[in-house]
């Protein structure tokens, strides 16, 4: 897509009276740099198809097509139909979805194809869709996302540290994850007022059976759930001390401490004792 086919956003965003709704955790990226730099961070390009959830005014969805991608946006808020139309209008390289993203069928919008996830997500959406797309029936090639510094903090550290839980097992057990760039609140209207975080998710090739990801889930949830108790009370219920030593850990030993293969060999422990 020509860059200078479309007006600043600023101006169509003026143009249609719009602005940011607090309830749907909209903050418009508006600097063309930011979304230019991430769309080179996605690595696509001419072939590859890209779904971004929450495209907003488009700010995101012009420096995707500007690669050649073709690019599905799925967005819930009806006052960007006549936006995201103008977009269509000088590019036949995206199709445009209204619906609400948790309830969307991604394998059938890829359609058998390899489909590549990059969004600025909302915030108050940003954790549930992930789960569901790391842990349902479809799996991306890869996802480029913009979450709030602190979530981004949640899915790359690693045991030992402060942000260090249960999504970081469940997004490591199944990515490659990295925090690949900062993104200031200036960069958005309205500034949100945290920072935020881009983060590169490459699915690992060997992935966690169904039922694996499924026990994991339910682990971690038990493990942090009381994260400053031992493994042997936390998990008490589910096996106690016996499911630890048989997944080879020390019962004494807390869940933030707890590496991402260990927590699989607690779920793998948990499932042969079913």
Request: glycine share 8%; with cysteine.
């Amino acid at each position: 897509m020509n860059p200078d086919a479309l007006p600043p956003l600023r101006e169509v965003l003026e143009a249609h009276g719009l602005w940011a709704k607090k309830a749907y955790g909209q903050h418009f990226l508006l600097d063309l740099n930011v979304t230019r730099k991430i769309a080179r961070l996605a690595q696509v390009g001419v072939g590859d198809h890209v779904i971004e959830v929450g495209p907003g005014p488009g700010g995101l969805t012009r420096a995707l097509l500007e690669t050649g991608a073709h690019v599905t946006t799925i967005e819930k808020d009806e006052r960007f139909r006549p936006i995201l139309a103008e977009i269509g209008a000088v590019s036949s390289c995206i199709s445009i979805i209204f619906e609400d993203a948790l309830k969307a069928d991604e394998a059938k919008i890829a359609a058998g194809h390899p489909a590549h996830i990059v969004s600025n997500l909302p915030y108050n959406v940003g954790t549930p869709l992930l789960i569901k797309w790391l842990t349902g029936p479809w799996t991306p090639a890869s996802l480029t996302l913009m979450f709030q510094r602190e979530v981004a903090d949640r899915i790359t550290e690693g045991p030992g540290e402060d942000a260090y839980g249960r999504l970081a097992v469940i997004v490591q057990a199944t990515c490659k994850a990295r925090r690949v760039m900062d993104v200031p609140a200036r960069a958005f209207s309205p500034p949100p007022k945290v920072e935020s975080a881009v983060v590169r998710l490459e699915p690992l090739a060997t992935r966690p059976s169904p039922a694996r990801l499924d026990a994991l889930q339910k682990i971690t949830a038990a493990a942090f759930g009381q994260r400053r108790k031992m493994l042997r009370s936390s998990l008490k219920l589910m096996g106690g001390e016996a499911l630890v030593e048989v997944a080879g850990l020390d019962p004494q030993a807390r869940a933030e401490t707890i590496p991402v293969d260990g927590f699989l060999a607690l779920a793998d422990a948990w499932l042969a004792a079913r």
